[in-house]
């Protein structure tokens, strides 16, 4: 089956039609979906999703573009939230060198207070690595977390071999449709296959079909055979190694997902 390892499905865009575009995905061959929260306001919600919707995995985590919004007791909410035994990730954390504000050295102490986390509830990570994959990296060092899945990878060939080595997969979507994105459709077609998951990040990432609208969970189908053909194998081959990486990485959806 498909996996979708990073799709916001609590998001407000999908309030109208969220029902019909779950079983559109699932239509399409998408059988799980990792939500990954980002704020602690929205952890109510996200609970609410996932028990009312099947294989709907949740993540929690603070985004670092919401930390100066952030309080010291939503990481008290976030450790009650992630000593549930049906969590599959803390996520989604990480560092943003895209943006001005909050800093990088802002977003730091969040981000290593999350890892910190991980590390108490022995979790893997959703990451979030926007223009600052080399830091994240050297943080995820200092703190020993067990790996997990580096979101929308867009660094170098050596910083997915380090990754790689500290038992994290990399996640592909949407922006490898695009002819123009060389680097990363380079990556997505000369890494190891089982280094790959794939994910929608929906709705933001649209892919190149969908330019400019809101990223629908069922484009996941389409972004696997883009994938096939960036490496010239069969579709099925590409589905059933991106599931069982994402099963590696995130050991507890095979609890959820059977």
């Not at 609970?47 to 007791?73: E, F, I, K, M």
Request: charged content about 20%; some cysteine.
């Amino acid at each position: 089956m498909l996996i979708d390892t990073h799709i916001h499905l609590d998001a407000d865009e999908f309030a109208p039609d969220r029902p019909a575009l779950i079983e559109a995905a699932r239509a399409a061959g998408v059988g799980g979906f990792v939500v990954p929260a980002v704020t602690a306001a929205g952890f109510d919600a996200l609970d609410a999703l996932a028990d009312a919707t099947p294989n709907v995995a949740r993540a929690y985590g603070l985004h670092p573009l919401y930390v100066d919004s952030a309080q010291a007791a939503d990481l008290e909410q976030l450790a009650q939230r992630l000593a549930r035994p049906d969590v599959v990730a803390v996520g989604e954390i990480g560092l943003d060198g895209f943006i001005n504000t909050p800093t990088l050295e802002a977003q730091l102490p969040w981000f290593e207070a999350q890892l910190a986390l991980a590390g108490r509830f022995d979790l893997p990570v959703i990451l979030h690595v926007r223009h600052a994959v080399e830091a994240v990296i050297r943080a995820v060092k200092r703190a020993g977390v067990r790996g997990g899945i580096a979101h929308a990878f867009n660094g170098s060939c050596q910083q997915a071999d380090t990754l790689l080595g500290m038992g994290f997969a990399l996640g592909f979507g949407g922006t490898l449709t695009y002819p123009g994105s060389r680097r990363i459709r380079a990556l997505a077609a000369d890494l190891p296959l089982d280094a790959i998951v794939l994910e929608t990040d929906a709705p933001d990432m649209p892919p190149e079909w969908a330019r400019g609208q809101r990223n629908l969970p069922a484009n996941l189908a389409r972004i696997a055979d883009t994938l096939a053909g960036l490496r010239d194998v069969p579709v099925a081959e590409v589905i059933a190694a991106t599931e069982r990486n994402a099963r590696r990485v995130l050991p507890r959806l095979n609890t959820l997902l059977g």
